[in-house]
């Protein structure tokens, strides 16, 4: 009996899912959803990006392949369709995006997926309000396997830089992914040669902020290593923060004995700074005990 009244609750809770559209629609009285809304935003250089979805629980059910079929259109979520907001153009799957809001959906395999982003975003309730001439692109990704349980359907952006995120879809055992990727260094490296040309405007803080782009995007380390010289030079102090992480960018540019002459250099500085100086002393002993190899 008590065997019968499980399947009889789960019964019950998947056709909710299903209704659930409908019974929003009609209803009057403000209860808590089965499947939660979250919106994720993520700031990816100059781009805002913004996930809107209801997130499902597994609540004890097997989910593709079941819950979710396979080979059929899923709308990557539950209730309303899944949307994600570009404010920037973007390469999705090999295309370029334009800027807009669109749906994510997928059809869901067992060795592969289609993503697809389609253009229709409002009262679309997947697959039923489908238009597949809606489209604006498709494309595979390969499922995999994670050895956590995710008993909620998690989405999250991961990998992030200057110019890309990926984002991750997680629920179960199942993991799905792909890579959202923008122009940053355009617009940065016009306004940085901008600034350039007018450096009696520029602030102390320009110059670091200028060499810290450079140096974690390896776009021009020795631009970035002038402009770390800059604001040291600028300081009323030694910066031991500032010559910490030119120390690294010498490292990388396989400057090892200057890199280790300024690590030294960090390491006696940094004694005045009992709360952050420690931290920075032993990495720098790090830096030099890793270039001494």
Not at 44 to 72: C, K, M, Q, T, W
Not at 225 to 243: C, G
Request: aromatic content about 10%; hydrophobic content about 40%; glycine content about 4%.
């Amino acid at each position: 009996m008590e065997t019968d009244m499980k399947h009889m609750t789960r019964y019950l809770l998947a056709i909710a899912l299903v209704a659930l559209p409908f019974h929003i629609l009609l209803s009057q009285v403000k209860l808590p959803a089965p499947s939660p809304l979250q919106t994720l935003t993520q700031k990816v250089g100059y781009a805002d990006l913004e996930l809107r979805y209801s997130r499902p629980l597994s609540r004890g059910r097997e989910i593709f392949g079941n819950l979710v079929p396979y080979d059929v259109l899923w709308r990557m979520g539950a209730n309303q369709c899944t949307t994600i907001s570009l404010s920037q153009n973007a390469v999705i799957g090999g295309k370029k995006i334009e800027a807009g809001k669109y749906s994510l959906l997928g059809i869901p395999g067992e060795k592969e997926w289609t993503i697809i982003l389609n253009s229709k975003t409002e009262k679309f309730w997947p697959p039923s309000g489908y238009e597949p001439e809606l489209n604006i692109h498709e494309f595979k990704v390969k499922p995999t396997e994670t050895k956590q349980l995710y008993s909620e359907l998690a989405y999250q952006f991961v990998d992030i830089d200057f110019e890309k995120a990926v984002l991750r879809l997680n629920w179960e055992h199942t993991q799905v992914e792909f890579e959202l990727r923008f122009d940053t260094d355009a617009k940065a490296s016009k306004l940085i040669a901008e600034a350039l040309k007018s450096p009696e405007n520029l602030k102390r803080g320009d110059y670091n902020n200028i060499a810290t782009y450079y140096a974690l995007s390896g776009k021009n380390l020795d631009q970035a290593l002038e402009m770390y010289d800059q604001f040291i030079a600028k300081s009323k102090r030694p910066p031991y923060w500032v010559m910490f992480h030119k120390a690294e960018l010498l490292a990388r540019m396989d400057r090892k004995a200057e890199a280790i002459s300024l690590a030294e250099e960090v390491i006696e500085i940094s004694k005045q700074d009992k709360v952050w100086g420690p931290k920075y002393a032993d990495w720098s002993a790090k830096l030099i005990k890793r270039l001494k190899k």
